[in-house]
């Protein structure tokens, strides 16, 4: 028996590292792989309370919120893969022109 | 009372935070994409813990499997190489941690103080993929169906951008343009 | 049953499937370089041991006497652990194949499989989805540029055609309803018309093309062997590898195509299913030696194809399988999904 608050400390911990890394990274990618993380931490909260309240719906939501990652990261990793080709530098604080 | 089900959250739980705090330490973007596929496995742990087995062996098949092979292919295929820091990147660390410590010691305090909820079994709701598969086909349908259409402008919107763009032969060689 | 019989129960079967898998993988070296030879008009090898049985043996201790090199500009870390997931990711997925069905000792049944999971072809995906780090990871920690294309080249490869793999499955899985690999031999049983045995390669002919197509392309196998294309890269992504850490990847290689072997025999030969008759202790038998041998079957299909066909284009080969295969398996699936409601 562990308490449902464990797990909420847990997704929020998740969460929280996620949004840190969001701010103090500089490298495109690992920015990016921050937003994975924070989208991680919310599925748990989520799988954790379909098991608190007993209804299968949370799991269902993990499901979409999977697919909107792939789509998210594939659209993602190829905005970079563009920046990348024009720019020549992940490093964000560079990217800094709205046109070259 | 210190039982299995503790243990195994704590092991895993551990493994997730470790990888997380990894991931910002690093300074390679390889080793942080390890560090996150480390959290996504350790994840797919707790899912098994609360009895979600179908979301576990997703979570191992289409995040770690899938999309974080995309991260480290696109790691690999543009050379991505140790980070530097800068101005921008010191205001944030000096303004970002302690904002997130706090952050995060707030959220954990009110959730164990105030929550008052009961206590979660071990493998609680088990999602067989049966029972989800019916759902996704009949309460979801919806919601499925438009998931669908966002992978396919995802995907078409994926080839569109990281195809290279078409130059005229004059240019070519002067084009500064990386594969 | 008491749970300590049931954890000397584990331990004994992982021990011996481990056993038997790691000679299998030797002897599978020793079986293509035996069948292709002779298909190249050579004899392979003959000179340690009979029929040059003994060849494994002296090549494990030839592996574990080299130097074990590292070169000095490698991203260590990573350099170290490449072997290491690929060959434990592709040693793992064995855990959930069954062999045949449960025997009684003692009074107590067993089932012939380390593990019994509900989702287990969910897991054998999972499991080998994983193992893709090791070559990725091989390729780019080894600051080469040969290993690095053969890296790249592999995750790509592996990444587009698991969707080609899955789908292929999911024809089987709608006939059989279930993700338990026990349960969809169990479908199997039994015969069409008295004669033809009830196998899913007989109803899926086309997904069985997909599967088998995939699985060479996962695999890193002639045809789809460009990772490793020795013509254009050197080794691909082993080509900064020695010794030891070389052999961990040659093991994973053919572990991994033991596993896929056994994947196919259970979802399109039927299993352990098999004319079986005879004295109790052949019943007992059977079903295992029916096992292997479709195994064996499939994996002598695999050395013929290396014997035979050549190597792909990288274009064609992304082509092949996004334009084509992955197509065919999609309209299988509606096919099939229609017939089942149809019917």
């Known amino acids: ?100 | 009372m210190i039982s299995v089900h503790l243990i195994l959250f704590l092991a895993f739980g551990a493994v997730c935070v470790a990888g997380a705090v990894n991931l910002l330490v690093q300074r390679h973007p390889i080793n942080s994409a390890l560090s996150l596929i480390a959290v996504m496995a350790a994840l797919a742990g707790e899912y098994l813990l609360l009895g979600a087995e179908f979301v576990a062996a997703l979570q191992v098949i289409v995040y770690a499997g899938a999309i974080m092979v995309l991260f480290v292919f696109v790691i690999m295929l543009l050379n991505a190489g140790v980070e530097d820091r800068t101005q921008g990147s010191r205001v944030a660390i000096v303004f970002g941690i302690p904002g997130m410590l706090i952050g995060s010691v707030l959220v954990a305090w009110v959730v164990l103080r105030h929550s008052g909820t009961g206590d979660v079994e071990i493998g609680a709701l088990p999602g067989p993929p049966k029972t989800i598969g019916d759902m996704l086909f009949h309460e979801f349908l919806l919601p499925f169906e438009i998931t669908s259409i966002l992978i396919l402008v995802a995907i078409m919107g994926a080839v569109v951008l990281a195809s290279k763009p078409p130059s005229s032969p004059a240019e070519a060689p002067t084009q500064k343009v990386k594969d | 049953m008491p749970i300590w019989i049931y954890v000397v129960a584990a331990v004994i079967k992982s021990a011996i499937v481990l056993l038997v898998l790691l000679t299998a993988v030797a002897y599978t070296v020793w079986l293509e370089r035996k069948v292709v030879g002779h298909m190249q008009n050579r004899w392979g090898p003959t000179r340690v041991g009979p029929f040059g049985l003994l060849q494994p043996a002296a090549d494990g201790i030839k592996f574990l006497f080299k130097e074990d090199l590292t070169p000095p500009h490698v991203y260590k870390p990573l350099f170290l652990a490449a072997p290491l997931i690929a060959v434990i990711f592709a040693l793992t997925s064995i855990a959930v194949i069954p062999f045949g069905n449960a025997i009684t000792l003692f009074g107590y049944s067993f089932p012939l499989q380390i593990t019994d999971v509900n989702i287990g072809l969910l897991v054998i995906l999972g499991v080998t989805s994983i193992g893709v780090y090791g070559v990725a990871l091989a390729g780019w920690s080894s600051n080469n540029k040969y290993s690095l294309l053969g890296g790249l080249r592999a995750s790509a490869q592996m990444v587009s055609y698991e969707i080609s793999l899955g789908l292929s499955l999911v024809g089987v899985l709608i006939l059989s309803g279930s993700f338990s690999l026990r349960e969809i031999v169990d479908v199997q049983g039994g015969t069409f018309l008295g004669f033809i045995p009830r196998w899913n390669i007989f109803l899926q002919p086309v997904a069985f093309f997909c599967y088998l197509m995939a699985a060479y392309a996962e695999t890193n196998r002639i045809p789809f062997d460009l990772p490793e294309a020795e013509t254009e890269l050197v080794a691909g992504y082993h080509t900064e590898y020695s010794a030891m850490k070389f052999a961990m990847f040659f093991m994973a290689e053919y572990a991994n195509m033991i596993t896929v072997a056994c994947l196919a025999t259970l979802l399109f030969l039927g299993g352990w299913h098999g004319p079986i008759g005879g004295p109790p202790i052949v019943q007992a038998i059977l079903p295992v030696f029916w096992f292997c041998a479709k195994v064996f079957a499939f994996l002598f299909l695999y050395i013929w194809v290396r014997g035979t066909l050549p190597r792909f284009r990288y274009d064609q080969l992304m082509a092949f399988g996004w334009k084509f295969l992955l197509p065919l398996a999609m309209a299988n699936l509606i096919v099939t999904a229609i017939v089942v409601v149809v019917k």
Request: a positive charge.
């Open chain 1, 1 to 100: 028996m562990v308490p449902l608050s464990y797990y909420l400390v847990l997704s929020g911990i998740l969460f929280a590292c996620g949004v840190t890394g969001f701010l103090i990274k500089r490298n495109i990618i690992a920015i990016f792989m921050s937003i994975e993380l924070m989208l991680n931490g919310v599925n748990l909260s989520f799988v954790a309370f379909a098991a608190h309240w007993h209804v299968l719906a949370g799991q269902i939501f993990v499901f979409f919120v999977m697919v909107v990652a792939a789509a998210e990261a594939a659209v993602g990793l190829a905005i970079i893969i563009a920046v990348y080709r024009t720019r020549e530098t992940l490093n964000v604080d560079q990217v800094n022109l709205l046109k070259l």
